[in-house]
C-alpha cells in the first residue's frame, strides 16, 4: 500500500504513462507522496511531487513503489 513519503513513478499500464519527463505526467522520473486518501472515493487520492518540479493527483493503480532519485532510466 502506497504511504506519505514513498518514493514512486507512474506505472507502465497507467493512462498517465508514457507522457514527456518535463509534464506533469512524467514518465521516467520519481516522485514522492504527499497526501494519501481513500481508494474509490470519486476524486483521485494520492497527490504526489514530481522530481521535476511539478505534482499532480493519482488512483492507487496508477503508481509503483521505487528507490530512485530523479530520473529514471525507462526499461522496455
Not at 507522496?33 to 496508477?62: A, C, M, Q, R
Request: net charge positive; hydrophobic share 25%; charged share 20%.
Amino acid at each position: 500500500m502506497i504511504k506519505v513519503g514513498d518514493r514512486v513513478v507512474i506505472a507502465e499500464g497507467s493512462q498517465y504513462y508514457g507522457q514527456s519527463a518535463t509534464s506533469s505526467n512524467p514518465s521516467g522520473c520519481a516522485g514522492t507522496v504527499d497526501k494519501v486518501g481513500p481508494e474509490n472515493s470519486g476524486f483521485l487520492p494520492i497527490t504526489v511531487t514530481w522530481d521535476n518540479g511539478t505534482h499532480n493527483g493519482y488512483n492507487h493503480k496508477d503508481l509503483k513503489l521505487t528507490k530512485e532519485k530523479g530520473t529514471v532510466k525507462e526499461t522496455k
